[in-house]
Each structure stands twice: as structure tokens, then as C-alpha cells.
């Protein structure tokens, strides 16, 4: 085996795999009420953005060639519905607006559908008297948020909520409006992750009286059950799926590559982002070389494309 190793060009001859830019979507925090960005300190170089510096980051991005963003909304009120995640002039709306204005179809413009940044007690769906999601009432929310994100300019709507049955509704929402051209990116495999921690930092999210998604979300100990989850989503009408976090996942990512022939996304979350950064900042690591090592990694394991915090710096290393 030694032979094919002894040159940098040899060694590239035969990769079998290739990070490239076309790779990546990064995730984008705008908030409502606040007028300079505002950093997160779980999360070192992310920051909430204001409208303005949000559609200047979009820019930088755009210029590395980055073809994808994925975008969250953190919004000045917050309700039990989570109303602001389908009023056209909710924060993601405006963004979504802003920078279809500036961007056109030059970037892929992908909207995070959930209610979770919008409601009052933090739960990704209406709750009912015993505290529990109500799955099916949260749908016609669904449906309401992807219209008005499809509306506001979204090249693609992404629901993040793991509610049974979130696709078709979403699909048969959209259809009804005319948006029926709008790709859904299910959030099929999403499991009821500790490494979200810097994501409800970012999003100022905490679920009341010390609750879990754990109700929803799927349960790390099982891995079959993701594979069923992807391929409901698929006969709902799910375009793409993802599993979620990456990392520790990267054989439900290999099982699904086997079993599923759409494009398969898998997210780098920000407790994987964070521990990175952490050993980095403490020299323990070298962050540089482990982040494309990671990178490469959830590629290898069959993703499509990643949804990562490190997409703007990893982009500049590519191109
Ligand atoms: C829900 C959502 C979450 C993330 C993406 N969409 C948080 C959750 O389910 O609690 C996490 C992303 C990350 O950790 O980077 N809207």
C-alpha cells in the first residue's frame, strides 16, 4: 500500500474523496433587536447579526464561492405559537427578502423551519396542558412558516422540528400557495443531540421548566429507527434529507448513502464547531488541519454537502 503514498501528487491521484467549497452551506444568526453583531461566546467568530452586516456576510461568503446559506432567526418577541416564524415581517422574512434582493439566484438561500427560536417556552411546536408537543397542531404552523419563507424569497425550506408527518404538510402548504418549484430539505435524522448547547446560546433559546426535545427528537441509541425516519420523509415528499449532528453519526450517514439515492446533507453542529475551537484556542489541536479532517471525514462518509460554522473559514483555505 505504501507505493501509492510517497507524493503529495500521487497522494491526490487517488483520494477518493475531495472536500471542495461546493460542500458547504454555513449557518447565519440574524436578530431582531439589536444594532451592531453580537458575539457568541460559546461559539467563538459567530455572531447574531443585524439585518446590514447580515447581507455583508452573505456577500463575503458569496465571494469565496460558498454556494449556500442556511439562516435562523432570533426575534425581538416571542409567543407560545411562535407567530414570528410566519409574519411577513418576522426577522428571517426581512432577511430572506433583503438578500434575494442582493443575491438573486447567485446563492442558494435556505431557511430553517421550526418554532422553537419564536416560542415563548422554547419547544419546537405548540404544548399542550400536561407540557407535551402537540404534533399535529404544530403542523398547521409548519405549513403557515414555510408559505411565508417561500414567500420572503427561500430557494429552500428546511423543517428542523422532527413533528410526524412535517413534510406533507409542509409540501401540501406550499403546493396550495404556488410554491409547489420549492425543494424541502428534511431534517430527517435529528437526534436529541447534548451538542446543540452553543445553538440555544445563539438563538437565546431555553426550554422552560429544564425540558428536553427528547419527545421529538430521535434517541442517539438507535440507528435503524433513522433510516425509517428518512425513508417516511422520502414518501412525504422530502427532496433531501439530513442526519444530524455529524460526527458521532457518521454510520447512520454511511447507512443512508447505501439505502437512499437523493442528496444527503449531514450537519456539523455547534457543539461539534465548539470543541473544535476549544482544543484549537487552547492549543491541544491543530484546528486547522482537524477541521478538514472532519470535513472530509462526514464526506467520506456519504454526505452531499454540509451545513458547518466553519464554512467561511474552510472556504478561504479551499479556493
Ligand atoms: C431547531 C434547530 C436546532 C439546531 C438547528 N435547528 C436546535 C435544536 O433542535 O434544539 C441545532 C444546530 C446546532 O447545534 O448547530 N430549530
Known amino acids: 500500500m505504501r507505493r501509492l503514498r510517497q507524493t503529495p501528487t500521487l497522494r491526490n491521484l487517488v483520494a477518493e474523496v475531495e472536500l471542495t467549497v461546493n460542500d458547504l452551506v454555513a449557518p447565519l444568526f440574524v436578530r431582531e433587536d439589536i444594532d ?4 457568541i461566546d460559546s461559539l467563538p467568530g459567530v455572531v447574531q447579526h443585524t439585518q446590514d452586516s ?41 432577511a430572506l427578502g433583503n ?15 421550526c418554532v422553537d427560536e419564536y416560542t415563548s417556552h422554547g419547544h419546537c411546536g405548540i404544548v399542550d396542558a400536561n407540557g407535551d408537543v402537540d404534533n399535529d397542531l404544530t403542523l398547521d404552523l409548519y405549513g403557515s412558516a414555510a408559505v411565508a419563507q417561500a414567500e420572503a424569497g427561500a430557494h429552500v425550506v428546511a423543517p428542523s422540528g422532527m413533528m410526524d408527518g412535517q413534510v406533507l404538510a409542509i409540501r401540501d402548504a406550499l403546493d396550495e400557495a404556488q ?17 446543540y448547547g452553543p445553538f440555544r446560546d445563539a438563538v437565546d433559546v431555553t426550554i422552560a421548566d429544564g425540558g428536553d426535545r427528547r419527545g ?12 425509517e425516519e428518512i425513508r417516511l420523509d422520502l414518501s412525504e415528499g422530502a427532496d433531501m434529507v439530513m442526519v444530524k449532528p455529524a460526527m458521532a453519526y457518521l454510520d447512520i450517514i454511511a447507512r443512508a448513502r447505501v439505502e437512499v439515492d437523493v442528496p444527503i446533507a ?11 475551537k476549544a482544543a484549537a484556542m487552547n492549543g491541544w489541536i491543530d484546528g486547522e488541519a482537524a477541521a478538514l479532517e472532519q470535513l472530509t471525514a462526514i464526506k467520506r462518509a456519504g454526505a452531499d454537502f454540509i ?12 479556493t
Open 216 to 227: 421529538y427528537q430521535q434517541d442517539w441509541r438507535n440507528g435503524r429507527e433513522a433510516l
Open 36 to 39: 451592531a453583531p453580537v458575539p
Open 266 to 276: 449531514a450537519y456539523h453542529v455547534s457543539g461539534e464547531y465548539a470543541m473544535l
Open 307 to 318: 451545513l458547518t460554522y466553519l464554512s467561511g473559514e474552510v472556504a478561504a483555505r479551499l
Open 99 to 113: 438578500l434575494r434582493a442582493d443575491m438573486g439566484d447567485d446563492l442558494v438561500l435556505i431557511s430553517d423551519l
Open 179 to 195: 410554491f409547489d418549484h420549492i425543494p424541502i430539505l428534511a431534517y430527517s435524522a435529528k437526534y436529541a443531540s447534548s451538542f
Open 54 to 94: 447580515l447581507r455583508k456576510e452573505v456577500e463575503r461568503l458569496a465571494s469565496l464561492d460558498i454556494p449556500a446559506v442556511i439562516l435562523f432567526g432570533i426575534p425581538a418577541d416571542k409567543d407560545p405559537e411562535g407567530s414570528q416564524a410566519w409574519n411577513p415581517d418576522g426577522v428571517v422574512q426581512v
